[in-house]
């Protein structure tokens, strides 16, 4: 597990291989991601986007953007958390991702971005 604070969000991130997947006559290589966001400060924030720099050793750098996180943007009350879950498909057994989450302070209105820390994307042979 990797973890991170910015500004008292703290944002903790574990991964799971789930196996080979065949699509379009390609393999890729599937892994799911699992985070947690806790809001360890005084203040009222709401995650408003995402940015993630998705790392394939056989590809180009993926850039994906959007509003929320699985189609929400929770708002986080002080000592509230967050989870979900999420995943992508590569197409080498070895990938890593990171990122930022865009927020909103409720109580003073000032945007920041709050750092998912990078974290690995590999199969477990290759984690020994």
């Given at each position: 597990?990797?973890?991170?604070?910015?500004?008292?969000?703290?944002?903790?991130?574990?991964?799971?291989?789930?196996?080979?997947?065949?699509?379009?006559?390609?393999?890729?290589?599937?892994?799911?991601?699992?985070?947690?966001?806790?809001?360890?400060?005084?203040?009222?924030?709401?995650?408003?986007?995402?940015?993630?720099?998705?790392?394939?050793s056989l590809n180009q750098t993926e850039i994906v953007s959007g509003?929320?996180?699985?189609?929400?943007?929770?708002?986080l009350k002080p000592n509230d958390v967050y989870s979900y879950s999420?995943?992508?498909?590569?197409?080498?057994?070895?990938?890593?991702?990171?990122?930022?989450?865009?927020?909103?302070n409720l109580d003073t209105f000032e945007q920041f971005k709050v750092?998912?820390?990078?974290?690995?994307?590999?199969?477990?042979?290759?984690?020994?």
């Amino acid at each position: 597990m990797v973890q991170q604070i910015t500004k008292g969000i703290k944002i903790s991130v574990k991964t799971k291989y789930n196996g080979t997947n065949y699509s379009n006559h390609k393999l890729y290589y599937v892994f799911a991601y699992f985070i947690t966001i806790e809001n360890k400060s005084s203040e009222t924030v709401k995650l408003t986007d995402r940015f993630w720099k998705i790392f394939d050793s056989l590809n180009q750098t993926e850039i994906v953007s959007g509003e929320g996180v699985i189609g929400q943007t929770p708002t986080l009350k002080p000592n509230d958390v967050y989870s979900y879950s999420s995943g992508c498909f590569l197409e080498s057994n070895i990938g890593a991702m990171k990122g930022f989450y865009t927020m909103i302070n409720l109580d003073t209105f000032e945007q920041f971005k709050v750092i998912i820390p990078t974290f690995q994307l590999t199969t477990p042979i290759l984690s020994n």
